[in-house]
């Protein structure tokens, strides 16, 4: 593998973890919403 195609991986390895926190983040708020209503 070349250094580019590692770097480009790391990137999207990042990209991928944060959106799935967001998703997580979003997916818990939504629930104690529905859960205080």
Known sequence: MTQSVLNTFKKL?????????????????SFLKHDLD
Do not use: E, Q, S
């Not at 990042?14 to 818990?28: C, P, Q, S």
């Open 13 to 29: 390895n990042i990209g991928l973890k944060l959106w799935a926190f967001d998703l997580l983040k979003y997916g818990i708020r």
